[in-house]
């Protein structure tokens, strides 16, 4: 769990006895658990995992009738063929609002939903871990409690708040709202992450004559970024996947993706349509993307947003 | 927290030169500040908490008084222009204003109690408001009652929570003690299963990745994913459609409406969240697994421990906490989830659990109903929490 990596004072050593452990993990590997049912259990797993979200993409690619007429492991066979004319359909909304639309409110609504939260856990963060001051104990439990507040909690005396501000349907209210939610496993985690920076570090700065604003800026901050991205990374994963708040406070000018695509499943009810199956692959990208290039910091937020908090 | 005490510096030393005089100087500063802090968070209370009234027109934009483009653009912006610059707008906003409080704290003779504010002004506002304040006026929404208006009318004492234990909703509380016990059941079996069997072999990075995935999407696109292995039974004569009933089929069974049918329509819900949820469990419980010391593993083989015996007697023992954590975690996910149920259980009552049947309630503006589920969850979830957290702190006691 300790994903704060000091000021690395000496790369190659580290790096050698990864190396190391991974080779004799890799000797391990040839007497341990090679019997075939072990294997064949592993993969009888793996398929059953796989083959929901594998339907999704072929019955994707089917041409019009197909989902509706017969199982996506006939594939192309008989009256369907393959096709990607259904994600055109799909990204331009058949006649409904265009998905690119949703997409589009989706990543207006993620990157401030991210950033701002980041920026000011990252602050209380450091007043709770490098400035020492009165209450600081009974404040930090209070926040830490508040990870425990489950968000329906909340919803409805802040939808009232955003009505007398005039902020209803608007981006600014999902933008707090996120902002708001966000804040306490956020304060939790960098908190974890501040208290790892050797004390010796801050202490130098401070003989320097850095005040705390430069501490943070100039010293804190460059040591933070591994644990800034396993965060970003989760808040990121989560507010683009959120439904919940979206449905509360957006409008129909800012409705993310989820949203969108609850609204086609409403739409087509129970049958199958060749819009839904494109349309949920194509909200998936990006999350995928996301999951898929930076899976080690995914792992490491989603390990310390859980085990520690 | 007392280890943090120790470490830092005391303040006095923290501070320029002169450190007595200056306290002196500037003692006003911080309580200015905080109180300044004070009264945001008493004006945004007194926001939410002041009646609705007919007429009354909202602060900041008004849909029929304010017709300007500038306002129009910033609150209800529609083309794809406008909405990218109301992001940069706002994220450019935020920094000018913490930018100028960092530079305003930023100067040698500043008080810590102003340095504070800077630093934690601003997340104190917004938890007050959002969270505290927020919570504290939904308990107290949930023994009111509500017109069709959604306006508050009066005290009804238990009234919200005897509908939430009684009628159509004692179901919905079936319905979320199974998905609150079963999930992290099956979701830290399989979990478990596949992290040992996958454990330092040769596609163990692949096999992880395609377990993990489903963590990764949006519970709206597992439920469009899953749509299609429940489709319902096809006509007779004809093939089934569904990955289920096609299975049911294959080996001689009668094929289900899954969703619909009464204690089925939960369970394969409930199969969707397993099959979120193990990916992290099997993660979590993937890296406690192979910080068990060696030379415990080693021991027990000398000793003649091999596999299951190996697995049970030592390994499981020694991850015990990180099993328990998972658990917990993993229930309080589920009794949370309102995407699975919402987008897939056809608002169906039968299929319904507590998280769900608060946005049911919040549609339709029975905002005491809903209070009082969602204090239901939160009263579920505390003592859940707050065992995990003793768990996690033994945990860290063993280490």
New interface residues.
């Given amino acids: 769990m300790t994903a704060v990596v000091a000021p690395v004072p000496a790369p190659e050593l580290q790096l050698s006895a990864r190396k190391l452990k991974a080779q004799q993990?890799?000797s391990?590997?040839k007497t341990?658990?090679s019997s075939p049912w072990?294997?064949g259990?592993?993969i009888l797993?793996?398929i059953l995992?796989?083959?929901?979200?594998f339907?999704?993409l072929i019955?994707s690619t089917r041409s019009d009738p197909a989902?509706?007429?017969?199982?996506?492991?006939?594939f192309w066979n008989g009256s369907t063929s393959f096709t990607l004319g259904n994600y055109g359909t799909a990204w331009s909304g058949n006649g409904g609002t265009p998905l690119y639309d949703f997409i589009?409110?989706s990543?207006?609504i993620t990157?401030?939903a991210v950033?701002?939260p980041i920026?000011?856990?990252l602050?209380?963060a450091?007043?709770?871990?490098?400035?020492?001051?009165r209450g600081?104990?009974i404040?930090?439990i209070?926040?830490f409690v508040?990870?425990?507040?489950?968000?329906?909690?909340?919803?409805?005396?802040?939808l009232?708040?955003y009505?007398?501000?005039?902020?209803t349907?608007?981006?600014?209210s999902i933008?707090?709202?996120h902002?708001?939610?966000g804040?306490?496993l956020a304060?939790f985690l960098l908190h974890n992450f501040m208290?790892e920076i050797p004390?010796s570090l801050i202490?130098a700065a401070?003989v320097d004559?850095a005040?705390?604003?430069?501490i943070?800026?100039k010293v804190l901050l460059p040591l933070l970024v591994p644990a800034i991205a396993s965060f970003a990374i989760f808040q990121f994963?989560w507010v683009?996947?959120?439904?919940?708040v979206a449905?509360?406070f957006s409008?129909e000018?800012t409705a993310p993706i989820?949203q969108g695509?609850?609204g086609l499943?409403t739409q087509f009810g129970?049958g199958?349509s060749t819009i839904?199956?494109p349309?949920?692959i194509l909200?998936?990208l990006v999350?995928?993307a996301?999951?898929?290039s930076l899976?080690r910091f995914?792992?490491r937020g989603?390990?310390a947003g859980?085990?520690?908090g | 927290m007392t280890e943090v005490q120790d470490r830092a510096p005391s303040p006095v030393q923290g501070r320029a030169p002169r450190p007595a005089n200056k306290t002196k100087e500037t003692s006003w500063g911080a309580p200015l500040i905080w109180g300044i802090i004070g009264l945001v968070i008493v004006g945004g209370i007194w926001l939410g908490w002041s009646p609705l009234k007919q007429g009354s027109s909202p602060i900041l934009y008004d849909n029929a008084k304010n017709p300007g483009w500038i306002s129009r653009m910033l609150f209800q912006p529609t083309t794809l222009g406008q909405k990218l610059l109301v992001m940069v707008v706002a994220i450019a906003l935020f920094l000018a204003i913490m930018g100028l409080i960092l530079w305003l704290i930023d100067r040698p003779k500043i008080p810590t109690g102003v340095v504070l504010a800077g630093f934690l002004g601003p997340v104190v506002i917004f938890l007050s408001i959002g969270l505290l304040w927020s919570g504290i006026k939904t308990v107290i929404q949930s023994f009111q009652k509500f017109d069709d208006a959604g306006a508050a009318n009066g005290f009804v004492g238990l009234d919200n929570y005897a509908k939430v234990f009684t009628g159509q909703n004692t179901q919905v509380l079936i319905n979320s003690v199974l998905w609150i016990f079963l999930v992290p059941l099956f979701a830290v079996a399989f979990g478990l299963l596949y992290a040992v069997l996958v454990d330092r072999t040769r596609f163990e990075a692949v096999a992880k990745s395609l377990i993990f995935l489903p963590t990764a999407i949006s519970m709206v696109a597992s439920g469009i994913i899953w749509r299609y292995v429940y489709l319902a039974p096809a006509p007779s004569g004809k093939d089934q459609i569904g990955l289920a009933n096609a299975l049911v089929h294959l080996v001689g069974g009668t094929p289900q409406n899954w969703i619909t049918k009464a204690p089925l329509g939960t369970f394969a819900l409930i199969i969707v969240m397993v099959w979120i949820q193990t990916g992290f469990a099997m993660t979590v419980l993937s890296a406690a697994l192979k910080a068990v010391p060696d030379d415990i593993i080693e021991a027990a083989r000398i000793d003649g421990a091999t596999g299951p015996r190996l697995f049970f007697s030592v390994m499981l023992p020694s991850i015990r906490p990180t099993v328990v954590v998972v658990l917990t975690t993993v229930a309080i996910a589920s009794l949370k989830t309102f995407d699975i149920v919402n987008v897939m259980g056809g608002n169906l009552p039968k299929n319904n659990i507590l998280a769900n049947a608060f946005y049911n309630a919040l549609v339709v503006r029975q905002n005491g109903l809903a209070g009082a589920f969602a204090v239901v969850i939160f009263i579920i979830v505390t003592p859940v929490i707050i065992f995990n957290v003793r768990q996690m702190k033994k945990a860290e006691e063993n280490r």
Avoid at chain 1, 126 to 133: G, H, L, S
Avoid at chain 1, 146 to 158: H, K, S
Avoid at chain 1, 240 to 244: I, T
């Fill in positions: 993990r890799a391990d590997a341990k658990l072990a294997s259990l592993a797993i793996a995992w796989t083959v929901p979200t339907g999704l019955n989902p509706q007429q017969s199982g996506f492991w006939n589009i409110n990543v207006v990157l401030p950033f701002i920026t000011l856990a602050l209380a450091y007043a709770f871990a490098w400035i020492p001051f600081k104990n404040l930090f209070a926040v508040m990870q425990v507040v489950p968000i329906q909690v909340a919803l409805l005396p802040l009232t708040v009505v007398k501000v005039g902020l349907n608007s981006f600014w933008w707090l709202s902002t708001i939610f804040l306490p304060i208290k004390p202490e401070r004559g005040g705390h604003v430069k943070f800026l994963l683009w996947n959120d439904l919940l449905l509360t409008g000018n989820t695509i609850q499943t129970s199958g839904l199956p349309a949920a909200a998936m999350p995928l996301v999951f898929l899976q995914f792992v989603l390990l859980s085990v520690k």
